[in-house]
């Protein structure tokens, strides 16, 4: 072979190796693999605003890596009408930042997309009321959904300068049945939903769209089987019938109609998004009456995008009486809100320690339920308390989201961080639950038994809300360790004890058993 044919060749060898090799590292760098995978997200996730993604990093430590966004507003992102058709200027100022504070704990982001706009929209005012654009604006929308797909979700094109993984979660609006929400119809946000999914694919097809979170308030918290049936039948007898027509004792029926109307329309419509996202903001009874109404018209995949993690005051009279049976039956919820929100009132250590213990109660008990019905994730609300402002003498409302915050304001975790990350550390790998509550009397009565499969073990989890109880438990030999949920503020490693079989002691406080290896 002459020398010149020799050189050729060797160069033709060096061209197609380099070629290979940029194929392997356009397919490692651009591939949706580079998401964090599905089963790698942790079970439980937080929301927060924007101020309170400092703190990711002390949420990691708890085992957590899954972040919501809510209420990324279209005028937050394009504040201006294009100057001419097709061409934006999207600001990414508000948004990169966080993203980046997600990133920098290797997580991902579950983004809640809300249509509101000073100029595109209905609504003009920009708020947290989002409506349908104008009726010339609908391509504007579709093109704001579009960049800010490609804007996080790392296939080369068109991403945020630095990105480390694709974010590929996105929800259309949040509780778009609730007009404080979506001044449109059901029809238009059905509209929108097409719209944002098909934007949204075009840009990505691997990314998924959710819903919005119906919010059916504690409309079915507290009901055996049979009252779950009748609250049921109740709404589909009540479905279509204005307000005062068709009402339940409480008076709420036909309002929840018009939320159960609202959802049909849009959650039988299955090629128009690819999960459901639902509101679980009030006692964990309530879950399997929101989940027995979705199941009627969907069989796509539940999340609970919003949750949260302590009792709603300002929603009752008296606290609820999961509250370590009315402790303070003699404080109303204000009066609960107004000590929690002043450090210095002479009752605000004792009732404040209280509330951190309810708090860790309610977060394990929605979280266990949650994955006990087949929920793919739970979102806790929220990363921070929305405010301490101290209640003024003649205010009458209490902001219900105040006290509900995973950190401390300084970052430091709380009983119900500690908490979440003992399920992550026992449960995080979870295939399936089974339910094997003992449901006699009332719902307060019930023990609750909760079996979670993990690799090779079994774990369960127990519980009641009424008067403890006697009830056996491994009986039939064994070595068990009992672990419960973690009430104090240093309270990790959390302590176990051995339990040999026989009978438990079951109250308010959930206990996990595990075999002792």
Request: one cysteine or more; hydrophobic letters at 35%.
């Amino acid at each position: 072979m002459s020398p010149s044919k020799r050189y050729h060749e060797k160069r033709l060898r060096r061209y197609w190796t380099k070629i290979i090799f940029l194929y392997f590292v356009a397919v490692a760098v651009y591939s949706p693999q580079w998401c964090i995978a599905s089963d790698q997200l942790s079970f439980v996730g937080a929301d927060g605003t924007p101020e309170s993604f400092t703190y990711v990093k002390d949420l990691s430590n708890a085992g957590m890596n899954f972040f919501g966004l809510e209420q990324v507003r279209w005028h937050y992102v394009e504040p201006a009408a294009p100057r001419k058709k097709g061409t934006h200027d999207y600001d990414w100022s508000k948004l990169d930042p966080i993203i980046k504070k997600i990133e920098n704990v290797d997580g991902s982001a579950f983004i809640t997309i809300v249509c509101s706009s000073r100029w595109a929209t209905k609504e003009k005012s920009g708020s947290r009321v989002a409506s349908p654009p104008e009726d010339d604006r609908w391509d504007d929308y579709r093109d704001f959904v579009e960049a800010l797909v490609e804007r996080y979700d790392k296939d080369g094109h068109m991403d945020m300068p630095g990105l480390k993984f694709a974010h590929l979660h996105f929800q259309i609006e949040d509780e778009a049945e609730n007009p404080s929400s979506w001044s449109g119809s059901e029809e238009e946000y059905l509209k929108l939903l097409r719209t944002a999914r098909e934007a949204a694919k075009k840009a990505n097809p691997n990314v998924k769209i959710f819903t919005f979170s119906p919010n059916f308030g504690d409309f079915f918290d507290h009901l055996t089987p049979a009252e779950l049936q009748d609250r049921l039948r109740m709404l589909n007898q009540t479905e279509r019938k204005p307000a005062g027509k068709k009402r339940d004792v409480e008076g709420k029926g036909a309002k929840k109609a018009r939320k159960v109307n609202f959802v049909k329309t849009v959650f039988e419509a299955e090629g128009a998004y690819d999960f459901i996202a639902v509101q679980y903001n009030y006692h964990y009874t309530g879950l399997p009456g929101i989940i027995a109404v979705i199941r009627k018209f969907s069989s796509k995949p539940i999340w609970v995008a919003d949750s949260a993690s302590a009792t709603l005051l300002g929603r009752h009279q008296k606290v609820e009486s999961e509250y370590d049976e009315r402790k303070y039956p003699y404080l109303t919820e204000k009066e609960i809100g107004s000590i929690l929100s002043n450090y210095g009132h002479s009752k605000y250590k004792e009732i404040s320690e209280w509330w951190e213990v309810e708090k860790a109660r309610t977060t394990f008990k929605k979280i266990v339920t949650a994955a006990s019905l087949g929920a793919e994730h739970i979102f806790m609300q929220f990363i921070l308390d929305l405010t301490s402002r101290p209640l003024k003498g003649d205010e009458t409302g209490i902001n219900p989201w105040n006290f509900a915050g995973l950190l401390e304001g300084n970052g430091d975790l709380r009983p119900v961080t500690y908490t979440i990350k003992l399920f992550h550390e026992k449960f995080s790998d979870f295939s399936r639950v089974e339910d094997l509550s003992k449901k006699e009397g009332t719902v307060s009565d019930w023990i609750r038994h909760y079996r979670f499969h993990v690799g090779e073990k079994v774990l369960d989890i127990l519980w009641t809300d009424g008067d403890k109880k006697e009830y056996s438990f491994g009986s039939n030999g064994g070595r068990f360790r009992i672990t419960r949920i973690i009430e104090r503020k240093v309270g990790w490693p959390p302590k176990s004890e051995p339990f040999s079989g026989g009978t438990l002691i079951i109250d308010r406080i959930p206990i996990i058993v595990e075999q002792d290896t």
